[in-house]
């Protein structure tokens, strides 16, 4: 419909400049580099899968994408970092589901886990490895199980930080055996491994991104795995359920976030570049190489992912009293 008026023209004039210097924006993204926040310290699973991604979205950007390695605080540090950021499509956070776990366990978050976010897509799913230092005299889950009940308080598990999905994992696994195996939180997964591996601590359950070359070397013995199935990788490894735990399952998903508000046209650009990056043929082989599926899919079946974690752990954290201020 045409204005009638001089002043209803200048309003639509205005409004078709606006469309059009947005649509220029949206062409123009990306202009300079990307940042891309990790929620741990160089060298652990959500760290390769990162540079993984971010290598192959850095060319198909044509724009530099910068590892900005936050650890600390079982990922909340990187989170409120993120979601303080300017919502302009240059930082994202390459989230693990103890984004969701931490809005279970935390009362008094510094930032809405939802509402301060915007999805872009999930990337991959990885499953857990129960591994053991090699001084441990057990070989299977049902081994371990028999030895924690015979020596209540005397094993000791690491894990990446409190309320992390490695820390929840491994409660879940004690609440589940009726054990009483104590905990030893580390700042970050790399960490923890390193005491693991020196024998400062017994176990953990640690992604098989962290922990497979540690197993292949015989550093670790791995006692099971945490998917619902064997993997296809690992298929000599027994799963916890079927191994001495019935029905017991868990895994850490890797999704990129980006603060809340960033333009829908830049949210859209995003996703159209990691889903083709991750879904092409080298990024998901080197993803699968790791034992990481590939899950690219849209923003809000993304969300969906999250919202329903949430939910989940939240009822897994209130039934093992791990609630925190």
């Avoid at 609440?175 to 104590?182: C, D, E, K, P, T």
Wanted: aromatic fraction near 6%.
């Amino acid at each position: 419909m045409i204005p009638r008026d001089l002043a209803g023209l200048r309003a639509c004039l205005a409004a078709l400049a606006l469309a059009a210097a947005a649509g220029v924006a949206a062409q123009a993204y990306p202009s300079r580099p990307i940042r891309l926040i990790v929620p741990a310290g160089s060298g652990g699973g959500v760290d390769t899968v990162s540079r993984v991604v971010g290598q192959a979205l850095s060319a198909a950007l044509e724009q530099p994408v910068i590892m900005d390695n936050r650890p600390g605080a079982g990922t909340m540090l990187a989170s409120e970092l993120t979601a303080k950021s300017p919502p302009d499509g240059y930082t994202l956070l390459m989230a693990t589901n103890s984004h969701a776990i931490n809005a279970g366990i935390h009362r008094k978050l510094r930032y809405d886990p939802v509402n301060d976010f915007a999805t872009v897509t999930l990337v991959a799913s990885v499953p857990y490895f129960v591994v053991a230092h090699p001084s441990v005299p057990v070989k299977s889950v049902k081994d371990l199980i028999a030895l924690a009940r015979r020596r209540p308080g005397e094993l000791y598990f690491a894990s990446a930080g409190s309320g992390s999905g490695t820390h929840l994992a491994f409660e879940l696994f004690n609440s589940m055996a009726g054990l009483n195996m104590v905990h030893v939180p580390y700042r970050g997964g790399s960490a923890a491994m390193v005491d693991l591996i020196g024998g400062h601590v017994q176990l953990m359950i640690s992604n098989t991104i962290n922990s497979r070359p540690h197993i292949a070397a015989k550093k670790l013995n791995a006692l099971g795995i945490t998917s619902s199935a064997r993997s296809t990788l690992f298929p000599q490894v027994p799963t916890v359920s079927e191994s001495g735990l019935p029905g017991y399952q868990a895994d850490v998903w890797y999704g990129v976030l980006v603060p809340a508000r960033t333009p829908p046209e830049v949210i859209a650009r995003l996703n159209r570049e990691i889903v083709a990056v991750v879904k092409s043929g080298d990024v998901r082989e080197k993803l699968a190489s790791q034992g990481a599926e590939v899950l690219a899919g849209t923003p809000e079946a993304f969300a969906a992912v999250l919202k329903n974690d949430i939910g989940k752990w939240a009822r897994v954290t209130s039934g093992l009293k791990l609630q925190m201020n």
